[in-house]
Nanobody, 128 residues
Framework: LQFVESGGGLVQPGGSLRLSCTAS????????LGWFRKVPGKDHEGVSC??????????YYADSVKGRFTISRDNAKNTVYLQMNSLKPEDTAVYYC????????????????????WGQGTQVTVAS
C-alpha cells in the first residue's frame, strides 16, 4: 500500500483547502478510503471515510466536520479527496489517508487500519 497526500498548507480561519491522496499497490475500487488527522498529544480522529463502490456506498463524517468537509473518490485516478471549507483553528493537524475493507465508512473511521499503513501525511494549519 502506498499513499501520497498533498494539498495541505496554511490558511486563515474561514478559508478552504482541498486535500488529495493518490494511492497505489492495491485494487483501489474495492477498498474503503478514509482521512484521519492527528494532533500531537491527542488521539487520532477519523475525519471522513467513504466506502467502496462495490460495498454500501456510504460516507461518514465526524461530528466536528459535518457540513464543512466533503469526501469524494475518483476510482479512475486512484485518488481520494477531502474538500475542507469554513476551516477553524481546531482543524489544525496532520491529515493522513488510508484504506481498508471495513464493510461501511463508519466502521472504517471508528476502527481505522493500523497507522503504519497510512500515508506520510500533509500538514494543515488554520491561523490568522
Amino acid at each position: 500500500l502506498q499513499f501520497v497526500e498533498s494539498g495541505g498548507g496554511l490558511v486563515q480561519p474561514g478559508g478552504s483547502l482541498r486535500l488529495s491522496c493518490t494511492a497505489s499497490g492495491f485494487n483501489f475500487d474495492y477498498y474503503d478510503l478514509g482521512w484521519f488527522r492527528k494532533v500531537p498529544g491527542k488521539d487520532h480522529e477519523g475525519v471522513s471515510c467513504i466506502s467502496s463502490s462495490h460495498s454500501d456506498g456510504s460516507v461518514y463524517y465526524a461530528d466536528s466536520v459535518k457540513g464543512r468537509f466533503t469526501i469524494s473518490r475518483d476510482n479512475a485516478k486512484n485518488t481520494v479527496y477531502l474538500q475542507m471549507n469554513s476551516l477553524k483553528p481546531e482543524d489544525t493537524a496532520v491529515y493522513y489517508c488510508a484504506s481498508s475493507q471495513s464493510f461501511t465508512a463508519q466502521v472504517m473511521c471508528i476502527y481505522p487500519p493500523p497507522s503504519d499503513t497510512w500515508g506520510q501525511g500533509t500538514q494543515v494549519t488554520v491561523a490568522s
